[in-house]
């Protein structure tokens, strides 16, 4: 069954740092991935996805995953981030196979320390 | 496009009583699905549609939750009768295909008392 785990429940970096959030996933298929953003008291948005050709996808508000099949992960990474980037961000796996159906990770919420 | 919209956006009840909350999704989007989101269990599925017509429901709780979708532009999911432990947001998503990403609505936030 196709899972994905996010290990960091909670990170804090400083305005301006660059930024990692961890992804692993696991499934026996091509998987589908990717990143969408919750801000307080709204639904998620799409970052970026993945699925095809080159394993560095660019996305909106200037942040990029790589997707890399050797290690089953898909991290997310920004090079500053600015105070507006707190949020809750989740990872999602989906699957060429499978009826359409993404799954989640549990999320990571990311605050910015001024 | 307005984008996946939802309704109510709040909605408070007495447990017993009957909920229903509402989904149009982006016109074109061939598919739906409803999530529940809560603090404990996270984003879960609990049943999508393709074409109006449900695919996956083995994420609805119990025979006290039911949805439908009785044409292309409205899905309902109907909670019969209400408990505490529904309080959750639920999250309507539509989508055209497999591999754009989904596009959420801003939710429901269920509380019941």
């Known amino acids: 069954a196709q899972s994905v785990t996010q290990p960091d429940i909670h990170i804090t970096v400083s305005e301006g740092a660059s930024l990692e959030l961890r992804c692993n996933y696991s499934y026996g298929a091509t998987p589908y991935l990717f990143w969408y953003v919750q801000s307080p008291g709204q639904g998620l948005q799409l970052l970026l996805k993945?699925?095809?050709?080159?394993?560095l996808v660019q996305g909106i508000k200037g942040f990029e995953a790589e997707f890399k099949r050797s290690q089953s992960s898909f991290n997310l990474r920004k090079p500053s981030v600015h105070w507006s980037d707190a949020a809750e961000y989740f990872c999602?796996?989906?699957?060429?196979?499978?009826?359409?159906?993404?799954?989640f990770g549990s999320g990571t919420r990311l605050s910015i320390r001024p | 496009d307005a984008g996946v919209i939802q309704s109510p956006r709040h909605e408070v009840t007495e447990m017993g009583q009957e909920v229903t909350l509402r989904c149009k999704p982006i016109s074109g989007h061939d598919y739906l699905f409803w999530y529940r989101q809560t603090m404990m269990r996270g984003l879960e599925l609990l049943i999508y549609?393709?074409?109006?017509?449900?695919?996956?429901d083995s994420g609805m709780p119990e025979d006290r939750f039911s949805a439908k979708m009785p044409n292309a532009s409205f899905s309902t999911l109907k909670i019969q009768p209400s408990e505490p432990r529904d309080s959750a947001v639920y999250f309507c998503?539509?989508?055209?295909?497999?591999?754009?990403?989904?596009?959420f609505g801003s939710g429901t936030r269920l509380t019941v008392v």
């Open positions: 549609f393709n074409n109006n017509v449900p695919i996956d």
């Open positions: 998503a539509s989508s055209s295909d497999r591999v754009s990403g989904y596009t």
């Open positions: 993945y699925f095809s050709g080159d394993t």
């Open positions: 999602a796996v989906g699957a060429i196979s499978s009826a359409s159906k993404i799954i």
